[in-house]
């Protein structure tokens, strides 16, 4: 079943309706709306016309069910610095929400207004695909990594070369880390990053915009 019919038939929240699946490792993928006209995303009910307790296994041993999102095609649909739209491809969803889309996102928007390309700006087009997937900020996001937003922001600030680090190869940094590296990312793509995560990094302090 296509993610399209799927949001059509639930949907309430009119154009701004997202679907968000959330996995049993706290994984979560939110699939916006060009995501979705770019790649057709579907429900995989059955594999080569199998039924769920034939599935195989997933690539660390556990269950690919009870739901699996995948596409029957993926050609990238665009680039930010070296990060590349990377096919959404959770498995073990065992929820599927449907909520807004300006919630979820506005949720992770640095605060100010930058302009569109700036390094700020990139960085939030990044996360949004990437890290927002295991970190989480309040109640948007993923929680497998029980790492905040903010947190991530404080990181950032404190200790960017950790940060970075982290984000090209974790198990550097993290002796058994679960975070997948992402050793292609170039420096200006680790700046982008640094520079959008620095916006949270004054959040509850109560003293944002004195440096
Ligand atoms: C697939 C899940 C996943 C994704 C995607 C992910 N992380 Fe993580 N992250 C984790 C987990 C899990 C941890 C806790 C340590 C570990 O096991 O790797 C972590 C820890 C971290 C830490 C703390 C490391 C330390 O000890 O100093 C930072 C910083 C971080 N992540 C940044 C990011 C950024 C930035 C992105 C996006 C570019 C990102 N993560 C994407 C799962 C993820």
């Not at 929240?13 to 939110?30: P, Q």
């Not at 006209?37 to 556990?62: F, T």
């Not at 699996?68 to 095609?73: C, E, G, K, T």
């Not at 620095?198 to 509850?204: C, D, I, V, W």
Request: charged letters at 20%; hydrophobic letters at 35%.
């Amino acid at each position: 079943m296509s993610l399209e019919a799927l949001t059509r038939l639930l949907g309430s929240a009119g154009d701004d309706a997202m679907v968000v699946a959330i996995c049993y490792d706290k994984y979560r993928t939110n699939y916006p709306r060009e995501y979705v006209a770019a790649h057709h995303p579907v429900l995989v009910l059955r594999i080569d016309g199998q039924a769920r307790k034939h599935w195989p296994r997933s690539e660390n041993g556990g269950s690919l069910g009870p739901y699996l999102i995948s596409h029957p095609a993926f050609k990238p649909a665009f680039k930010v610095l070296s990060h590349e739209d990377e096919p959404q491809i959770p498995y073990g969803v065992t929820r599927i929400e449907l909520r807004r889309q300006s919630v979820v996102f506005g949720a992770i928007k640095p605060a100010g207004s930058w302009p569109a390309g700036s390094p700020v700006e990139q960085g939030y087009a990044i996360a949004r695909q990437d890290c927002f997937r295991c970190h989480n900020m309040g109640a948007q996001g993923g929680t497998m990594a029980a790492r905040t937003w903010v947190q991530l922001g404080a990181d950032a600030e404190k200790n960017p070369a950790r940060f970075r680090q982290t984000i090209r190869n974790p198990a550097s940094v993290t002796p058994g880390a679960k975070m997948p590296g992402q050793p292609g990312y170039d420096d200006a793509t680790l700046d982008a990053l640094t520079a959008y995560f620095r916006t949270f990094a004054a959040t509850g302090t109560g003293e944002g915009g004195t440096r």
